[in-house]
């Protein structure tokens, strides 16, 4: 066995007197969340899940169902698709000139996602989370291809708003299982260092995707059909990497415990399941403003910043270096969230205080800037800056930071839902309500980008939403977080088929 069992559960002897000691073998949930629970009525019955009593298996299988192989897997999946996504968004109006029919593609994309992820939750506890990231990657390779479209036939912007309508309904899937298996892979001490990680891989597909369409379009005012041709291929085949990753079953931590996945509940089950996730944990809806504020900011960076001040050459390069940021940010901020000399309330202070700190860097400075134009001053067939420009520099290092506040930002967010449980059913409720109300915000601030609203407008009200974010989720940090999450707390984890809450080993004592 690997680890220490964290209980007792019974002694025997030998004719030699000596003293072994021995530790239930898990048995099946009888319907609910959890599999290979025990609830005998005896008092030595437990949750084996939160037991490190689990043997790994070795050799070439043990390395495939190693919590990291596995979140790697995960992380090449959203490489292909949503990072290549990201790399198009990232160089303003999807690498197009006028970027109106983008911003109206990005509002409903994230209107469709609001109301998918919000579900997704559900549709991932009912199909499991390898068929919902199957299903959900398919969107990305069609969007990609409506800008192709757009670039060939100018007047196909009808299909680039219908394909962001697409795209949306299979992101909320895909992110709300991605949410789910990322945070619940990982022991309680490592859910930084998987999230960065999984952000590094994730964020290095923004990295190649920059990279290739700075490398191709160095000497040109459009973006290349090539360029749209290569990453719809590369998103085709992140489709499919879900079908090569492990059951959830069967995947046990590395200290041992055991990861709990859903038992294919009725939906009747999965709706009342959203509720009770609210009702008994409700201080989730003190990081609602976080998550609402998380999407608002591309907007004003990607269109009303990069493409707004620079030409296609610089916007590449813009892409690529913000990308890169990005990975620094998410591994830098990961690794302090997971430093456990430190009690798990303290470091999501100092998360927050670091996010309040770049926050204030990133707005102030960029407030200088945008102070010096206007929609007005720079229509989309105004000259624009290049990258041998004077005043080019400052302005590619304010992206940097952009692109560290942000990664920083989601990382920090996804740390905190991950602080609140262990179960991925209810932590596939906490990404759906996240990625919902993300997604929510998001599509407002490209419709009132798509509207003309002052650029000023948009920049003032990302920085007072961050700003109102952090604010909110104090009280959640001091109220909520704790240094361990105990069965007692996973109440959907013990919720039977007819909605009876199972009680816990301290409740049958009292």
């Given at each position: 066995m690997s680890g220490k069992p964290t209980e007792k559960c019974g002694r025997s002897s030998d004719a030699d007197n000596t003293v072994h000691e021995y530790y239930p073998s898990p048995s099946p949930a009888p319907v609910g969340y959890l599999s290979g629970s025990s609830f005998a009525e005896d008092t030595t019955s437990q949750y084996p899940e939160y037991h490190d009593d689990h043997v790994r298996p070795t050799g070439l299988k043990g390395f495939f169902y190693n919590p990291y192989t596995q979140v790697v897997l995960l992380g090449f999946v959203c490489f292909l698709c949503p990072s290549l996504f990201n790399a198009l968004n990232g160089l303003g109006a999807g690498g197009q000139i006028d970027g109106t029919t983008s911003a109206n593609a990005n509002s409903t994309l994230y209107a469709t996602f609001a109301l998918a992820a919000f579900f997704a939750g559900s549709i991932n506890n009912i199909l499991g989370p390898r068929l919902t990231l199957f299903l959900g990657s398919f969107g990305y390779a069609i969007y990609i291809g409506s800008y192709l479209a757009v670039n060939i036939h100018n007047k196909a912007g009808g299909f680039v708003i219908a394909a962001g309508a697409v795209l949306g309904l299979c992101a909320g899937m895909l992110w709300t299982a991605q949410g789910s298996l990322m945070?619940?892979?990982?022991?309680?001490?490592?859910?930084?260092?998987?999230?960065?990680?999984?952000?590094?891989?994730?964020?290095?597909?923004?990295?190649?995707?920059?990279?290739?369409?700075?490398?191709?379009?160095?000497?040109?005012?459009?973006?290349?059909?090539?360029?749209?041709?290569?990453?719809?291929?590369?998103?085709?085949?992140?489709?499919?990497?879900?079908?090569?990753?492990?059951?959830p079953e069967k995947m046990i931590r590395t200290d041992g415990t055991k990861v709990t996945t859903p038992r294919q509940p009725s939906w009747r089950t999965e709706i009342y399941g959203l509720y009770i996730a609210l009702r008994t944990d409700p201080l989730i809806v003190l990081l609602f403003p976080m998550f609402f504020a998380s999407n608002w900011f591309y907007t004003w960076q990607f269109n009303d910043y990069n493409a707004a001040l620079f030409n296609i050459r610089a916007r590449s390069l813009n892409n690529l270096v913000y990308w890169v940021s990005q990975i620094l940010g998410s591994v830098s901020i990961g690794l302090l969230l997971d430093q456990s000399q430190y009690p798990r309330r303290a470091r999501a202070f100092a998360g927050w205080s670091i996010l309040l700190i770049f926050v204030l860097i990133v707005h102030i400075w960029g407030f200088?800037?945008?102070?010096?134009?206007?929609?007005?001053?720079?229509?989309?067939?105004?000259?624009?800056?290049?990258?041998?420009?004077?005043?080019?520099?400052?302005?590619?290092?304010?992206?940097i930071f952009c692109g560290l506040l942000d990664s920083m930002w989601q990382t920090t967010a996804y740390w905190m839902m991950g602080a609140m449980s262990n179960d991925p059913a209810k932590l596939a409720y906490f990404a759906g309500f996240y990625k919902s109300i993300q997604s929510a915000g998001a599509a407002g601030v490209w419709r009132a980008d798509a509207m003309k609203v002052p650029y000023m407008n948009l920049f003032l009200s990302t920085w007072a939403l961050l700003i109102a974010g952090l604010v909110f989720s104090l009280p959640m940090i001091h109220l909520r977080v704790k240094d361990h999450t105990d069965v007692e707390d996973e109440v959907l984890a013990r919720m039977e088929e007819m909605h009876n809450v199972l009680p816990t080993e301290s409740d049958r004592r009292h």
């Open positions: 945070l619940a892979y990982p022991t309680e001490n490592q859910k930084g260092k998987f999230i960065g990680i999984f952000w590094s891989i994730f964020n290095l597909g923004g990295v190649v995707g920059a990279s290739v369409s700075l490398g191709q379009n160095s000497h040109s005012e459009v973006f290349s059909n090539g360029t749209y041709i290569g990453f719809m291929i590369l998103a085709g085949m992140g489709a499919l990497v879900p079908l090569f990753m492990a059951n200088f800037y945008q102070r010096t134009y206007t929609r007005q001053s720079m229509p989309p067939d105004a000259s624009k800056m290049d990258i041998n420009d004077k005043g080019y520099i400052g302005r590619l290092f304010l992206y």
